[in-house]
């Protein structure tokens, strides 16, 4: 089993930077690709940003293309996503995600297997 823990999240003014850590226990994750979803208030949850098991390709969502960055750090079972010149419509609920199945990007929530329990990010305008 896999539990994952976001923390890093909270309020910032737009135009301002945050920095999301999701870090992993149980099972090593190192051979499997992980992402980042953000669910609003009243949508569905939506793909952010994806990284394969080494760290050596990534793949984000062309809204935060440019803005958002994904890294993990493989020794110490942790992700990141460096989220940069933020907008009011980035306010969301961002999950971290494992999957058990692929070591490459994955687009859309059914791709993952573990889940952590959120971390609220909300950008003031």
């Known amino acids: 089993q896999v539990q994952l823990v976001e923390s890093g999240g909270g309020l910032v003014q737009a135009g301002g930077s945050l920095r999301l850590s999701c870090a992993a226990s149980g099972r090593t994750l190192s051979s499997n690709a992980m992402g980042w979803f953000r669910q609003g208030p009243g949508k569905e949850r939506e793909f952010v940003g994806a990284i394969s098991w080494s760290g050596g390709s990534t793949y984000y969502a062309d809204s935060v293309k440019g803005r958002f960055t994904i890294s993990r750090d493989n020794a110490k079972s942790t992700l990141f996503l460096q989220m940069n010149s933020l907008k009011p419509e980035d306010t969301a609920v961002y999950y971290c995600?494992?999957?058990?199945?692929?070591?490459?990007?994955?687009?859309?929530?059914?791709?993952?297997?573990?889940w952590g329990q959120g971390t609220q990010v909300t950008v003031s305008s």
């Open positions: 995600a494992a999957s058990a199945k692929y070591r490459y990007g994955v687009y859309v929530p059914s791709g993952y297997d573990y």
